[in-house]
């Protein structure tokens, strides 16, 4: 298992934009965020292969969210733009994915976590 650090995060007003970073302590393949709002179940919000170009989002952040990674400084980035209210929420990065692809968006596969950054989106 790999430890996470999570960086980045805060406040915006809405429409703004943030990039959160994830660094891992060793080799990843798949790394994913997700992110829980208060009351609400950890969601997917996106994922990456450690080839890079295969990319997966969750339809509510399609075309407004872009993860990417760097492979040689073992990190992997979310860029959040034309934030929303409902984007409010902690955020976490997960390795260490332990099932099927088809699996991808589902969080108990995952055994490494970050240890989360707030993201919070005012009106």
């Known amino acids: 298992q790999v430890e996470l650090v999570q960086s980045g995060g805060g406040l915006v007003q809405v429409g703004g934009s943030l990039k959160l970073s994830c660094t891992a302590s060793?080799?990843?393949?798949?790394v994913a965020w997700f992110r829980q709002a208060p009351g609400e179940d950890r969601e997917f919000v996106a994922a990456?292969?450690?080839?890079?170009?295969?990319?997966l989002y969750a339809d509510s952040v399609k075309a407004r969210f872009t993860v990417s990674r760097d492979i040689a400084k073992r990190t992997v980035f979310l860029e959040m733009n034309s934030l929303k209210p409902e984007d409010t929420a902690i955020y976490y990065c997960?390795?260490?994915?332990?099932?099927?692809?088809?699996?991808?968006?589902?969080?108990?596969?995952?055994?490494?976590w970050g240890q989360g950054t707030q993201v919070t989106v005012s009106s």
């Open positions: 997960a390795a260490d994915f332990t099932s099927i692809l088809s699996a991808i968006r589902v969080s108990r596969y995952y055994r490494s």
């Open positions: 060793g080799r990843t393949d798949k």
């Open positions: 990456i292969h450690r080839g890079a170009s295969s990319t």
